[in-house]
């Protein structure tokens, strides 16, 4: 089979080279609108074909699955024709600009039975993947909170604010490790140079005593990556910035006993020792790829599918609405359409 | 002049330890109703007169001033009685269960002129004073944002939640630092294991764009504390964990350019040179101690002074009212009484 | 039983605040020529008994145990009388200015069936007595090699060099960690300021396939003091300046395997996982104490007796001598005197 | 003009891929004996011209330059060949095996007027750049000590020991920095698994009081890459495992004041500020790539000309000499051919 990649900006040609290497892609084809960036593409990777023309790409039988590296506004239009043509759909993250975009995505590939995969690279790391063993086990125990920081000088985006910029690598790990689901959002934050914030923090709430909070920041001086995972058995912290030892399982938690007499409860801390699991270096992305070509041969669900992509562009839309309300809390059922939804017009897309 | 320090527990001792060796203090009363606690004293510091009785040390005319270190609901009806007995007081953190108590302490004080300071021991630290300099001077520019983070396997305390018990810290630097003063404040958190709240993010508002953010948590199996402050010219982080190079002074910044022709703006980041100030590592305490005992003297204000206790005493109360709303922005403006106050009956205090 | 301490100047103020918190002791002796020390020590712990004259101490019949804590060219003289006085002896590390002295301290300790000590507070600690568990337990394979650095902007001392200020406790450590015992010793280093070398490195040979280094020096911009022990099954590290996390056990390691047709060895490494022991912080020093009060009870020998202060001082001696000659390896059979060696004229010591 | 790479193995293709984006450079010529590593380079980089005929090499007029980056066995008899064609030379480190070869090469570059350079790539890294010009400009003063470690589970080498495999980054690095040169050697080591020694310390003793040590280690759990700077004036240190900080500048120093009456020097610490200069990132290995090509065209000497090549190579046998004889300090001055030197016959080497 071969593989299209449409979008050749910052991220596109991580995944033509990525695609090039996989077992099974026989070609890969890339698309964008731009020849500069076609000509530069095949400068590196002589043996991909290029094209300017979307609907060749939509026309090319060969052509098994179409990955959408584009910017978020243009993925829900250009993945209906995608599914609209048959084709198996991987989109870059944010799957969609809201909810109902995202759900008329999965409706559609359920309908015609395609493959609809969101690239959620993080949750193919090994780091994450050892996470998810350890609270999949139970391992974890009950987990009681999930915090993430991803802060840095970074670039500031001219069509989206810092919640859609980062966040979403964050509540696609939350999306894959906790079992739970959420039932609302709060999100406080500030821009300072343009109408998009480029400071936030963002909460998750669930119907259990359990409370995700994400701190995305495009202004801090240091860089950081840390989630902290805590539960009543182990804590996890997972540090994206170390060079190794990326993972630390620490074996401290809570006891809580009931005291008889008194009708109390006596809380006690557990420490015990620290270890972190050695993690092979190997590239989340080309698992991810591999991944899509095993979908689309076996129909097999992903573990980063049109569903992970919906709970995450969920939260996204909830915490822009509560970004307006001054941090409100907002309930995520209210953002889903009724069922028996009505089909949404697609806008035309000229390419 | 002598000093009394009532509330032996944890801090109290401490306290002992420092006015001792204070100059102009002549002699260190330490009062408590547990025997056990001023003999444990006596032993380390032989020279300390003791006490079971709170009005022997009202009743004391050598004793200029009284120091507070017992449990905050008992702030108030101890600290009335201190003032009303003409002398001069020193609340530990935080300075009372509520706004009101906190403003009516502060009217008394005035009353009576009587000097009233909280025990906000950080604002004493080196590297806190480092960048009240850096900020004061207009070095750092236009404060963006100030981030806060205070974590660990904490104490579980039985009497009051995470935010209470560790925020204050943070409010007092933050209180110091920043001359805009909060207008809202939002805050969520979960109960795991009794009814107070073990992990709480706190946020503060301003009329200006600047966000203030605390993270406390009794359930992190790292110990965290740092605090960012991101402004125009520089940003800061100071690293309470570091051993040397707690603080650290990035030239990092925005450079905003307005573009002629388009009506666009230009976002561009600076990155330069990182420098970490040398700081003395002398006792914040005993400078607190110093302050107070200068205060006492001269009836100059104090950094810590009753203002910027019912500063802090204000956030923490709407955090509280926020928390149970489930994260609704509450006004600060709604806590404070009406001017013209009437005064607040005294509980009783049995010693 | 009754303590002495003789020498208050920057580590005798520990020793005796250790030894009055020490079961079975029930007064502790001060004795310094300085009469404002002892008024300091009396201040600050007013139950000692203080006393300018050395001969007091050795005529009490009271003081079970003395504690030299004096420059270390008094310590033997100083020694010597106190075993004359039929008195257990502590001794401030290093033992003695050399070989001869040391060992002329152990034979006179042996003929009068006294305890003996010397002061290496580090093997105390709980990081290096988990590393001693696992070296003994054979966890840890065979050590391939120590290497220790401890550098810092230090205090430069007046009479002795660096080596003498800093690499006993490294030295001490690894004479309790490694059961092998070195045969020679060589080290480089170089005196900027004064007679004395600020900055030197000492390699301890041994008989098998096993080196030791020790870096030491004042004149580094910071503080490092970590020790690396590699074993053929695991490795570790142990970072005494890491608040928590000190040591880290390492599951790496390196696989010979003969390939049979070519007689040749391949040469593979191991990576496993990383785990941190917790370890309690209880203070090394009271465990000293401790001991050399239970070993002058029992008779039992202690893990820091006269034989582990003559294996540093060996070293040490080895190592002046080396570094005059060039880094020269120096034999350290050479040192020791023939068996049945002269009794050794004791200088008078004026107290 | 073209240039050739000669010898695909580890560092080969990086040559290749750096020379291909080299301004003046028209076309790059990769030879191997292995068939394989030439079509992976033609897969990789189709635009580079192939050939397993190192005679082929010496023979294209339109190669100006020619990279060696075989085994160091086979440094000297290419390179001669290299030479003797007209060709200008760029040998990977170590430039040969003994100073012998080194010299030889030397002479004949210069005889011929041609380049003669070696890949010390860390030299033109911003990290040592910006040392450079601390110590050019005075601002450390007098360098005090030069202290290196550069440890990990590294590779085995098959063919050499530690020292030549690890060190000659950090020689060469002090060589450039360092403006004395060395006068001795001194080097101790173990090899623990094949004849090859697998932890070594090296020390440079120079004519004044200055003392440099490098700790190479393929036997360490972590991976550490520290140089140590100490001057008078200031500190610097080089932590290459850091992303970013990588060069800390210690406003750190020793004061020493003659006190007059009693003929005594008074040392004093002076403890300053750090800072840490922001440091671009550009790869070193296209900057010494453009000055290769820079130093063909115009005859300007390298900041790591042969003479850099030939300095490391000296240091490094003195090492093997010293480490044999047990750590014994070998003059370098003995390594030198006398002037007037023979010409060595030069060993045919089979293509």
Redesign the interface.
């Known amino acids: 089979m071969k593989i299209a990649v449409v979008g050749l900006g910052y991220w596109g040609p991580n995944l033509v080279r990525n695609f090039l290497s996989t077992d099974q892609v026989e070609g890969v084809v890339a698309c964008d609108l731009a020849p500069r960036r076609l000509e530069n593409i095949k400068k590196k990777f002589?043996m991909v074909e290029t094209t300017t023309s979307f609907d060749d790409v939509l026309r090319d039988d060969n052509i098994a699955g179409v990955v959408i590296a584009t910017p978020v506004s243009t993925h829900f239009p250009l993945g209906v024709k995608v599914l609209e043509a048959g084709k198996h759909l991987l989109i870059e993250k944010p799957m969609a600009s809201n909810t109902a975009e995202a759900e008329e995505l999965l409706d559609r590939a359920y309908a015609k039975m395609l493959t609809l995969m969101v690239d959620h690279t993080f949750v193919y790391t090994s780091a994450v993947q050892k996470m998810k063993e350890l609270i999949a086990k139970g391992d974890i125990g009950d987990v009681?909170?999930f915090?993430s920081?991803r802060?840095n000088?970074g670039l500031?985006q001219h069509d989206t604010n810092v919640i859609w910029d980062l966040a979403p690598h964050d509540l696609s790990i939350m999306d894959y490790l906790i079992e739970d689901k959420p039932i609302?959002v709060?999100c406080?934050?500030?821009?300072?140079?343009?109408e998009f914030e480029d400071?936030a923090?963002l909460?998750v709430?669930f119907a259990e005593?359990?409370?995700a909070?994400f701190?995305v920041?495009w202004?801090?001086?240091?860089?950081v990556r840390r989630i902290?995972v805590?539960g009543t058995k182990l804590?996890?912290?997972y540090d994206d910035?170390e060079?190794?030892?990326k993972i630390?399982v620490?074996?401290?938690g809570?006891d809580?006993r009931d005291e008889d007499s008194v009708y109390k409860?006596l809380?006690q801390?557990r420490?015990?020792?620290?270890?972190?699991?050695?993690i092979d270096s190997g590239e989340a992305l080309s698992r991810m790829s591999a991944e899509f070509v095993d979908c689309i041969n076996t129909g097999k669900p992903s573990i980063s599918d049109g569903q992970t992509g919906l709970n995450v562009v969920k939260v996204l839309e909830a915490a822009n609405i509560s970004i307006k309300a001054?941090?409100?809390?907002v309930d995520l059922s209210h953002l889903s359409r009724p069922h028996g939804r009505a089909l949404y017009s697609i806008p035309t897309f000229e390419n």
Do not use: C, W
């Open positions: 002589p009681l909170y915090d920081v802060i000088l500031f609302a709060s406080v934050g500030v821009n300072h140079f343009s400071v923090y909460t709430h005593k359990l409370i909070q701190h920041n202004l801090s001086p240091v860089k902290l805590g804590m996890v912290s910035m060079a190794s030892e630390k620490y074996d401290r809570v809580v409860k809380v801390y420490t015990g020792n620290m270890y972190s699991p050695n001054g941090g409100r809390r």
